[in-house]
């Protein structure tokens, strides 16, 4: 079964890590098929049926993005508002993500060690997710283990982004059924 990664990000051409996990992704077309929203939707117009009939399609989707203030990018937002709907993806009727695997794949600006009740974010990542895990529950799916990246806007390294990049692999092949 072939995972599905939505990548959500505003400006993917200048992004270090996602343009580099992109790259990455696309070492594996038999296994992962991509989804640029910001490429698919400029004018933010998404085209709900054929979102939804895209998740139904997998089993296992990846949520690509940067985290932005603490939560996602704003039209990875309105795509959750407008695809996950009521008698598709909750309600009496909505069952459609039901049991399916999905993940978030984040690049986080910040040191790791800011996200602790003692750093300068003073959350941990799990916290911050909460509303994604909730949401995610919300509709009957399962929550996958976050992946992420730190330091992401200035501090990472080449190598450690390259190496986040086979590391984010090996987290898809691990959920992929």
Do not use: C
């Amino acid at each position: 079964m072939k995972t599905l990664v939505i990548v959500a990000h505003p400006n993917l051409e200048v992004s270090r890590v996602n343009q580099r996990w992109k790259e990455e992704l696309l070492q594996y077309p038999n296994d992962i098929t991509i989804h640029e929203i910001y490429k698919e939707y400029p004018d933010w117009s998404i085209d709900v049926p054929r979102e939804q009939n895209r998740l139904e399609a997998y089993n296992h989707v990846i949520l690509q993005f940067p985290l932005y203030w603490y939560s996602y990018p704003p039209l990875l937002k309105k795509w959750f508002d407008d695809v996950f709907a009521y008698g598709w993806a909750y309600g009496s009727k909505g069952d459609k993500l039901k049991g399916k695997m999905l993940g978030l794949a984040m690049s986080i600006g910040d040191k790791k060690e800011n996200y602790s009740p003692e750093g300068s974010v003073s959350f941990t990542v799990d916290e911050v997710i909460t509303p994604f895990k909730a949401s995610i529950g919300h509709v009957g799916a399962v929550a996958l283990p976050y992946f992420a990246v730190f330091g992401a806007s200035f501090q990472a390294s080449d190598e450690e982004i390259n190496h986040s990049a086979n590391e984010y692999i090996n987290y898809i092949f691990k959920y992929q059924q």
